[in-house]
């Protein structure tokens, strides 16, 4: 059988695309095709209708995309074990955090297409956002296949691939910083007798719909910032409580610290 995609890796990520899609519609179950060897994580997919198997080598040379989901640190020995069964004009696309197309490139069969992707688990509930980036050996119209596949998941961007150490640390890595801010915010209000559950739905909602407001009217954070904040008000307290704490620079290290592993790991 010849499947739309092979997902080489059950992960959390893997599992986040292999969702997305189904119930997107982008991609029925049957044309998805997974290989895990952790029994647990099969069972994941197989509650999607989703096909699994124990060894790429079963379904890398039956995919017209193959799909890497796999840890940096062990990217190199999957694709190693995988290359002889990629026919040409499968598309290869990695989602392995730093790992460059030139390095998968040298690894895989000459002339192989590949498409290095940075998305993020929101694509679960068709909210991702994910960076596209084409080697040197991708054509324009498999940038565009892979761009696609990703926009039925979410948002989805072609940029140049030196813009992708970037991407991961701000979209890639981003819904654990905003977990925790939720969870701070939460905790907050827990502190000022707020049930938990309540302080957790306020602090989600209000996080979802800010972003949800700036993302339909493209209004600068700033601007919303200002529109909130009445002059001597509770607002305008808080904000200077958080620039005194250095909101800002926490949130600039962070980056900066996410940037420096990405690049570590693609070397």
Do not use: C
Request: proline share 4%.
């Amino acid at each position: 059988m010849t499947y739309g995609l092979a997902i080489i890796g059950g992960g959390r990520m893997g599992e986040a695309i292999a969702a997305g899609l189904v119930s997107s519609g982008a991609l029925p179950a049957d044309r998805i095709a997974v290989a895990e060897p952790n029994a647990e994580r099969q069972g994941v997919f197989v509650a999607h209708g989703i096909a699994v198997v124990a060894d790429g080598h079963d379904i890398a040379g039956d995919a017209e995309m193959v799909l890497l989901a796999v840890k940096p640190q062990v990217i190199d020995a999957v694709v190693a074990h995988l290359a002889d069964d990629i026919p040409a004009g499968t598309v290869v696309v990695s989602i392995a955090a730093g790992i460059t197309t030139a390095r998968l490139e040298s690894l895989l069969p000459a002339g192989t297409a590949v498409v290095r992707v940075m998305p993020n688990t929101p694509a679960m509930v068709g909210a991702g956002m994910a960076v596209v980036s084409g080697g040197s050996d991708a054509s324009a119209e498999q940038v565009e296949r892979v761009r696609t596949l990703f926009e039925a998941v979410g948002e989805a961007v072609v940029l140049d691939e030196h813009f992708q150490d970037a991407a991961t640390a701000i979209s890639g890595s981003g819904p654990a910083y905003v977990a925790l801010v939720v969870d701070a915010l939460a905790a907050a209000g827990v502190r000022q007798g707020l049930p938990r559950a309540v302080a957790q739905a306020l602090a989600t909602q209000t996080v979802q719909g800010t972003a949800e407001l700036l993302a339909r009217t493209g209004m600068h954070p700033a601007e919303l910032m200002d529109a909130v904040s009445s002059p001597g008000g509770t607002t305008i307290a808080a904000l200077e409580a958080l620039e005194a704490s250095g909101l800002r620079t926490a949130f600039a290290r962070a980056v900066d610290a996410a940037v420096k592993r990405s690049k570590e790991l693609g070397s």
